[in-house]
């Protein structure tokens, strides 16, 4: 089992930054890949980032260039940093644990309670 606690969200003016922290328990988080979803109002939930236990990342290409997912593993925790942020970043941000193979995550359910963020014009 895997326990995910996020944190960071808040309100920023568009073009400003915020850095999301996930805290995970559970001794195997080192071995996971972990991923950030988000979900705006009305939309359905999408895959913002994600990275492997060795380190390699992904991301979408609406946040490429913006964000960075970076990892912990002495301390179990996976960061999200959001730079140049738009009103459309807009969401509710979920932590989550994963399986990646080649360059396709699958989230596994366990999940965050989740970060608002929202970014004013």
């Known amino acids: 089992q895997v326990q995910l606690v996020e944190s960071g969200g808040g309100l920023v003016q568009s073009g400003g930054s915020l850095r999301l922290s996930c805290a995970a328990s559970g001794s195997i988080f080192s071995s996971r890949a972990m991923g950030w979803y988000r979900r705006a109002p009305g939309k359905q939930r999408e895959l913002v980032a994600d990275?492997?236990?060795?380190?390699?990342?992904n991301y979408a290409d609406v946040v490429k260039g913006r964000f960075t997912i970076s990892r912990d593993n002495a301390k179990n925790t996976v960061y999200l940093q959001m730079n140049s942020l738009k009103p459309e970043d807009t969401a509710v941000y979920y932590c989550n644990a994963g399986i990646r193979r080649g360059s396709d995550y699958s989230p596994l359910p366990f999940w965050g309670q989740g970060t608002q963020v929202t970014v004013s014009s």
């Open positions: 990275i492997t236990s060795a380190g390699s990342t």
